[in-house]
């Protein structure tokens, strides 16, 4: 992995950050929802930025 400039750390934070609102967010919305479909969607969103959160996670602590 390439050294990370303190720029490059701040700006992967603040994705971090925004995945993991998003995740959450995604997910209440899942629980909330009456209509089965959209909770079903909104269910599989929240996975995905869950996923995507994990993935730049794991990239930053260099085990990728």
Do not use: P
């Not at 720029?7 to 919305?29: F, H, P, S």
């Not at 929240?46 to 260099?62: K, N, P, W």
């Amino acid at each position: 992995m390439t050294n990370l400039t303190a720029k490059d750390l701040d700006v992967l934070a603040q994705i971090l950050t925004g995945e993991e609102m998003a995740c959450k967010k995604a997910r209440i919305y899942a629980n909330t929802l009456t209509d089965a479909a959209l909770a079903q969607t909104m269910e599989q969103i929240s996975s995905a930025h869950a996923e995507r959160f994990s993935t730049l996670y794991a990239i930053l602590g260099g085990k990728q």
